[in-house]
T-cell receptor
Framework: NAGVTQTPKFQVLKTGQSMTLQCAQDMNHNSMYWYRQDPGMGLRLIYYSASEGTTDKGEVPNGYNVSRLNKREFSLRLESAAPSQTSVYFC????????????FGPGTRLTVL | AQTVTQSQPEMSVQEAETVTLSCTYDTSESDYYLFWYKQPPSRQMILVIRQEAYKQQNATENRFSVNFQKAAKSFSLKISDSQLGDAAMYFCAYRSMEYGNKLVFGAGTILRVKS
C-alpha cells in the first residue's frame, strides 16, 4: 500500500515549457487535490476533484489545468510555465466527507527559470 | 472566506519539555473540522491530530493534545515530552462542512527541539 505517489520528485523547466505532474493513490479515495506550497505560506489549493469525472477550481487555479484520468489518478498540467510557478506541489486524496483526513504525497519541487 | 493564522513563525523547546503552538481562525460556520499537520525536512505532510468543532472534548493523540476554544476561534497544539523527532514545520488547517472538502492552511510554525 503506497498511499499517494507523485512523479517526478524534482523538475527544472525553462519559461514557456510545459509539463504534467502525475499523482496516483491506491486507497480507493473519491476525492483528490493539488496544492502548492511557497515559502512563508501554507499550502494553497490549486484544483480539486470531488469524484471521478469532476474537477473544480481552488484558490490559485490560473496557469494550471487538471485531468482526473480515473479514480486513482489526478494530473496537473502547466501549459506554459512561468517563474511565478516555482513552488513545491503536493497531491492529496481523501474520502468525500469533510471529516475525512487528507493524505498527502511526497511533493514535487518545481523550478522555472 | 475562512482564514487561518499562526502567529508564531518559529518556536524552540528543550527536549522532554512541553511546547504549545498557537492557531486562530476566522469563520462564520458553526460546524467544521480543524487539523494539525507536521512537515519534517523530508517534506512529507503527516496528520498529527484533528478536532471536530461540534465536540467539546479536546482531541488527544499520545503526546499531542489540543486546546480548542470555539468561542475564541482558537486551536492550539500542545506537545508534551518533546523529542528530537518532533522538529518540523507544523501547519494548522481548517476544513469547511459547507464548501467542499478544501483545506485552508495557516502559514506554519517551525519547531526546533534542543538536546
Amino acid at each position: 500500500n503506497a498511499g499517494v505517489t507523485q512523479t517526478p520528485k524534482f523538475q527544472v523547466l525553462k519559461t514557456g515549457q510545459s509539463m504534467t505532474l502525475q499523482c496516483a493513490q491506491d486507497m480507493n479515495h473519491n476525492s483528490m487535490y493539488w496544492y502548492r506550497q511557497d515559502p512563508g505560506m501554507g499550502l494553497r489549493l490549486i484544483y480539486y476533484s470531488a469524484s471521478e469525472g469532476t474537477t473544480d477550481k481552488g484558490e490559485v487555479p490560473n496557469g494550471y489545468n487538471v485531468s482526473r484520468l480515473n479514480k486513482r489518478e489526478f494530473s496537473l498540467r502547466l501549459e506554459s510555465a512561468a517563474p511565478s510557478q516555482t513552488s513545491v506541489y503536493f497531491c492529496a486524496s481523501s474520502e468525500v466527507g469533510p471529516s475525512d483526513t487528507q493524505y498527502f504525497g511526497p511533493g514535487t519541487r518545481l523550478t522555472v527559470l | 472566506a475562512q482564514t487561518v493564522t499562526q502567529s508564531q513563525p518559529e518556536m524552540s523547546v528543550q527536549e522532554a519539555e512541553t511546547v504549545t503552538l498557537s492557531c486562530t481562525y476566522d469563520t462564520s460556520e458553526s460546524d467544521y473540522y480543524l487539523f494539525w499537520y507536521k512537515q519534517p525536512p523530508s517534506r512529507q505532510m503527516i496528520l498529527v491530530i484533528r478536532q471536530e468543532a461540534y465536540k467539546q472534548q479536546n482531541a488527544t493523540e499520545n503526546r499531542f493534545s489540543v486546546n480548542f476554544q470555539k468561542a475564541a476561534k482558537s486551536f492550539s497544539l500542545k506537545i508534551s515530552d518533546s523529542q528530537l523527532g518532533d522538529a518540523a514545520m507544523y501547519f494548522c488547517a481548517y476544513r469547511s462542512m459547507e464548501y467542499g472538502n478544501k483545506l485552508v492552511f495557516g502559514a506554519g510554525t517551525i519547531l526546533r527541539v534542543k538536546s
